[in-house]
């Protein structure tokens, strides 16, 4: 089975910055797609981020131009960094991979990934 490891979640302050590290193992495609999810309380996980194998990247409309999706050149670790974060922004963040249709012009819904990560909570407080 797919392994997905997350790090760099933790508590920072609005208009801080955090970086989100994804390692996936035991994975081996030649089309998928890496997301980022994140999840608030009583509200439905969004899709935040995603690059294809291809090479597209998509963002979701409330972290465009703050958050940067990247990856190594194996593409077997996927970043998010995230800057000028805000409250609203605080969630348990998930890293998850999909198939051929699921980094296609958008991040994507939880749906169209088979993958998940455990899963790492970002905390945005004064």
């Known amino acids: 089975q797919v392994q997905l490891v997350e790090s760099g979640g933790g508590l920072v302050q609005p208009g801080g910055s955090l970086r989100l590290s994804c390692t996936a193992s035991?994975?081996?495609?030649?089309?998928?797609?890496i997301g980022w999810f994140r999840q608030a309380p009583g509200k439905e996980r969004e899709g935040v981020s995603c690059?294809?194998?291809?090479?597209?990247?998509y963002y979701g409309d409330s972290v465009k131009g703050r958050f940067t999706i990247s990856a190594d050149a194996d593409k077997n670790v996927v970043y998010l960094q995230m800057n000028s974060l805000k409250p609203e922004d605080t969630a348990v963040y998930y890293c998850?991979?999909?198939?051929?249709?699921?980094?296609?012009?958008?991040?994507?819904?939880?749906?169209?990934?088979?993958?998940w990560g455990q899963g790492t909570q970002v905390t945005v407080s004064s």
């Open positions: 690059i294809s194998s291809s090479g597209s990247i």
């Open positions: 035991k994975f081996s495609a030649k089309n998928y797609g």
């Open positions: 998850a991979i999909g198939g051929l249709l699921s980094c296609v012009g958008t991040p994507g819904h939880p749906y169209e990934y088979q993958y």
